[in-house]
């Protein structure tokens, strides 16, 4: 079984600042893509940023310049800077990752964590 545990996540005031962390653990030979997603209150949920094993990384226009996505693969730990946080990035937070496991390859979610921008 392979779990995905968040942390990080809180109440912060619009221009500040939040990192998240998320940690792979189980049986894992190794992880390709780690992501973090965004799901904000009646919207549907939507990638963030995205990074390869190999360090390649992706995100959404809304986001870039503001959030840096960065991993640990000798801690299979994905992390997230969001910096000028806006009340528009108010939302529950999930990590994603694609697992190659005794079982097969699997896409694991975590179970979200809660990021509030609000003065």
């Known amino acids: 079984q392979v779990q995905l545990v968040e942390s990080g996540g809180g109440l912060v005031q619009p221009g500040g600042s939040l990192r998240l962390s998320c940690a792979a653990s189980?049986?894992?030979?190794?992880?390709?893509?780690m992501g973090w997603y965004r799901q904000a209150p009646g919207k549907q949920r939507e990638l963030v940023a995205a990074?390869?094993?190999?360090?390649?990384?992706n995100y959404a226009d809304s986001v870039k310049g503001r959030f840096t996505i960065s991993r640990d693969n000798a801690k299979n730990t994905v992390y997230l800077q969001m910096n000028s946080l806006k009340p528009e990035d108010t939302a529950v937070y999930y990590c994603?990752?694609?697992?190659?496991?005794?079982?097969?390859?699997?896409?694991?979610w975590g179970q979200g964590t809660l990021v509030t921008v609000s003065s």
């Open positions: 990074i390869t094993s190999g360090g390649s990384t």
């Open positions: 994603n990752a694609d697992v190659f496991s005794p079982l097969g390859y699997l896409e694991v």
């Open positions: 189980g049986s894992i030979f190794s992880i390709n893509a």
